[in-house]
């Protein structure tokens, strides 16, 4: 049965399924999405109450993401948060979402530092994630991370890995900007693509890459869906930083973004908008970022 909006003297109040009707998102299901051609949507939260209600939207992965430096602890960029920073809030997002009944799918970064010394090192940390209720961590680059997603998944740790703009590396990348662009560079990114899938990883999240590039390289990995972010609508998923689709930021809109809470009433109705146009391939338009 699908539900109806409920009235309330302060307007219409977005309708979504009640948890008990949705089934909780797994690897498999995310596996069989993909397989179906059904788009996955990720959306970050940082909290209990927000984490709940993008669930409630019916956003299917969220993320704990290390932006939560820029969004909630004013830093300028992802380099100074800490593991016991991400610990903390992904412990609070996995307790929202349990209180909440929710089905998401929770992933969590690993921070600058927590994964670059040794793969052992990268297992301290994911183990830290996972304890405090991830179901999956996500690192960053390809090229030496490509050992330590092995070694992770071996463990039994779902990994997500991340390639194009990496902004763990952005001092290194020379600022916020397009990945992929010459020849040389995206044949670089595909070989590391095609490594980390063969690693075993279960999602590619592809950031800021041309939209061509990223469609490509999502018909080729057919067992590692890829989520973008900046990289056009070809992708299998996407994901948006929370604060920044809800018109909120307190530095520079990234292009790619669209405010979803211009055109809705309420913070679950934005989020809705945003998995009905991710679904139906409505968001994004390619022709705003054609890289
Ligand atoms: O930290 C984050 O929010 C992310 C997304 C931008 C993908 O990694």
Known sequence: MTPTPASSPYGTLPASPAPAQRKPISLPRLREMHAQGEKITMLTAYDATFAAVADAAGVECILVGDSLGMVCQGLSSTVGVTLEAMRHHTECVARGLRRA????????????????????????????????????????????????????????????????????????LGGYRVQGRSDEAAALLMVQAHALQDAGASMLVLEMVPAALSATLTEELRHCPTI????????????????????????????????????????????????????????????????
């Open 101 to 172: 009944q929710a089905t998401a799918w929770l992933i969590a970064d690993l921070p600058f530092g927590s994964y670059h010394e040794s793969k052992e090192q990268a297992l301290r940390s994911a183990a830290v994630l996972m304890q405090a209720g991830a179901h999956m961590v996500k690192l960053e680059g390809g090229g030496w991370t490509t050992e330590t997603v092995q070694f992770l998944v071996a463990r039994g740790i779902p990994v997500c890995a991340h390639l194009g703009l990496t902004p763990q590396t952005v001092h290194a």
């Open 228 to 291: 973008g972010i900046g990289a056009g609508v070809a992708t299998a998923g996407q994901v948006l930083v929370l604060h920044d689709m809800l018109g909120m930021n307190l530095g520079k809109m990234p292009k790619f973004v669209h405010n979803f809470m211009a055109e809705a009433h309420s913070v679950q109705g934005a989020m809705q908008a945003y998995v009905q146009a991710v679904k139906q391939g409505r968001f994004p338009v390619d022709a705003l970022h054609a890289w």
